[in-house]
Every structure is written in structure tokens, then in C-alpha cells.
């Protein structure tokens, strides 16, 4: 959560911004993310991982296939149908991302680029504020089941604040090429490292 918000403030601080369309997708994240968390805090860990392992491989290959599914127009689309569409789309990742969360970036930057056709500098952006908001509900879920370890979720929480600025500014510099690499990099190790460890 914190690492969003950090990444969130960077984005801005390039006067990067997607509003209210970001705000009105995250709070039907939220919506299902509270039910994602309450079905992870019954959920066996192992499958959990062997699960997401196989979601991870999934979502590289939509990377790899997605310039061939972008729209012809080079236009976005955050209103209308389209947005009540994306938010029912957002309700359900939301019930993914308060069970698993892990690759939930990935799955909304795939629909916010092709669906909303919105470039990765904007669906980035758009990404770590949804990302803020409906995690604080999943938090919440698992602070009340008492799931938490502060020592070591503060110390990553750290990190990730650190890394989601330098990241944020970063990703505004390199540009949609850099962001697509690093994803398919850093997914597809994800992937390896859940099903063999």
C-alpha cells in the first residue's frame, strides 16, 4: 500500500494524472478486494502459490501478444460504457487482488492499455492509486484477523516506498518500452520463484 502511494506521489510530481477515472475504478477494487481478502484468509498457502504461478505465465504471454491486440485509434476511452465496463472489470480483479494481489499491476495495465487505451505512462499512474486505495481495505481484513507481521511488512514497506518513487519517475523517463521489458522480466521470475520455492 505504502509503495503506492509513494509511486503515486511520483507520478504526480510529473504532473501525471488520471482523475476521477482513477478514483472511480478504485473504489470498485475496493469493493471486491474486501471479499478477495476474506477468501485468502481461509485459503491453503501452497495451492495459493502454485495458483498464482500459473495466473504469472498467463499474464506474460498477454504481454507478449498484447501490441497485436492494441486499438487501431490511438485514443482513450474513460467514459461512458467504457467506464462502467472497466469498473465491473475492477470489481472483479478487485476480488483477485484482495486474494492473491501479486500481478494484479500486470492484469491492470493490460486492461487499462488495451481496453481504455490509455499508454503505460497514464495506466501506470492510474495503476498505483487504484493500487493505494483498495489495498488499504484488504489491509484492514487482514489487521482484523490478526495476519500482519509488522516487523517484516514495515520493513518491506519501506522498500517498496522507495522503489515505487524512483520507479514512478523512472518509467516517465524510459518511456512504454522500458515498462514492458522490466514487467516481463520481473514476471516471469515471479512465476519461477513461486511454483519451485
Sequence with gaps: ????????????????????????????????????????????????????????????????????????????YLTGKPLWITLIVFLILGVYGGFINAGMGLLMILWLNIFNGMNLIRTNATKVLVTAIYTSAALVVFIWNDLIDWFIGLLLAFGNMVGGWIAARLSVKKGEGFIRSALVVMVVLMAIRLWFF
Design 1 to 76: 500500500m505504502l509503495s503506492a502511494v509513494s509511486a503515486a506521489a511520483g507520478f504526480k510530481s510529473k504532473k501525471v494524472s488520471v482523475m476521477p477515472f482513477s478514483l472511480y475504478v478504485g473504489i470498485a477494487a475496493t469493493i471486491g478486494a474486501i471479499f478477495g481478502a476474506m477468501i485468502a484468509v481461509e485459503f491453503d498457502k501452497k495451492l495459493f502459490n502454485r495458483v498464482l504461478a500459473i495466473i504469472m505465465i498467463v499474464i506474460v504471454v498477454l504481454m507478449v501478444l498484447q501490441p497485436r491486440m492494441k486499438r487501431v485509434m490511438d485514443q482513450e
